[in-house]
């Protein structure tokens, strides 16, 4: 039982470890403008992806590769999602209030 435990946490792991890989590529891509917004998005997504796979079927040597790629993937595209969002809704100009106002 315990052992289960442990080995779904470092599954866990792995995938907010590719997760977040995406996130950062993405993010200095676009030199941080919305990475804050996206990084929950990227969580969501590469947990989504790597969880998807073993509920399809593949729980063998082959499913473990198959969600890593797929918690990669799934990051990817919805952290390109929330990007989009922020520029399609000009969430910039809604957030200037939060920001730090320069000197």
């Given amino acids: 039982m315990l052992v ?3 080995f ?3 599954f866990a792991a792995a995938w907010l470890f590719l997760a ?4 950062i590529a993405l993010s200095l891509r676009r030199r941080a403008v919305g990475a804050l917004w996206a990084a929950p998005f990227a969580v969501l997504g590469g947990i989504g992806g790597g969880v998807l796979v073993p509920l399809a079927g593949l729980d063998n040597e082959l499913g473990i590769a ?3 790629l797929a918690a990669l993937l799934g990051a990817g595209l919805a952290c390109s999602m929330s990007f989009r969002a922020w520029d399609r809704f000009d969430l910039d100009r ?3 209030k939060w920001s730090r106002r320069p000197r």
Wanted: aromatic share 12%; net charge neutral; proline share 0%.
């Fill in 4 to 6: 289960d435990v442990i």
């Fill in 8 to 10: 779904l946490i470092l």
């Fill in 20 to 23: 977040m890989l995406s996130w």
């Fill in 66 to 68: 198959v969600s890593m």
């Fill in 94 to 96: 809604r957030f200037t």
